[in-house]
């Protein structure tokens, strides 16, 4: 008989993750949801993730109203510092030039085309949510966004917290 660890997270504990689609850059969304929604979000601390690859450093927008924190984590990375044991390989081979991209690197990557995630802390009640998704279609550029509920407890703990942990060894 297989036995499972079945982690105990209380929903009060852990924020509200929405996946954001958008053709848009990072600046350009911020600015249309800002205007759109008369929020203000501003540039904060880059969100950092370590993985066996390197240290990737995530744009992260915030700004809070009342009791509330909004984030905004941008899915792909815009700098990487790579390991020290992760050198680029030798000179003089096939794929000497190549060197990871940063912007390869996402904290989800399926399901494919999530650009961004809105993090609300604490999160909403079911009147805010209807709400704020008549409010989100009509953003220009802003393609989707769904309540993310396939996160894994590790990953969802990782938008509760700051500073975020490492997620991956």
């Known amino acids: 008989m297989a036995k499972r660890l079945v982690l105990e ?5 852990l924020p ?6 958008t053709d848009l850059d990072a600046v350009p969304l911020v600015f249309r949801l800002n205007k759109a929604l008369g929020w ?26 009342g009791p509330r924190s909004y984030s905004l984590l941008w899915n ?30 996402l904290f989800l990557s399926r399901p494919r085309g999530i650009k961004a995630f809105l993090i609300f802390d604490p999160p909403l ?5 209807v709400n704020l998704q008549g409010f989100l279609k009509d953003v220009p550029g802003l393609l989707g ?7 894994t407890p590790p990953e969802h703990a990782q938008l509760a917290y700051e500073p975020p942990k490492d997620i991956h060894p």
């Open 16 to 21: 509200d993750v929405w996946s954001l689609s």
């Open 125 to 129: 009640s079911s009147q805010e949510i």
């Open 9 to 13: 997270l209380s929903s009060d504990e």
């Open 76 to 105: 792909a990375a815009h700098s990487l510092e790579p390991e020290p044991g992760t050198a680029p390989t030798q000179a003089g081979s096939l794929f000497a030039d190549l060197e990871p991209e940063a912007s390869a690197s």
């Open 40 to 65: 203000s979000f501003a540039r904060g601390k880059d969100w950092i993730l370590k993985t066996h690859r390197g240290v990737f450093a995530h744009a992260m927008f915030r700004f809070e109203e």
């Open 145 to 151: 966004c769904n309540p993310r509920t396939s996160l």
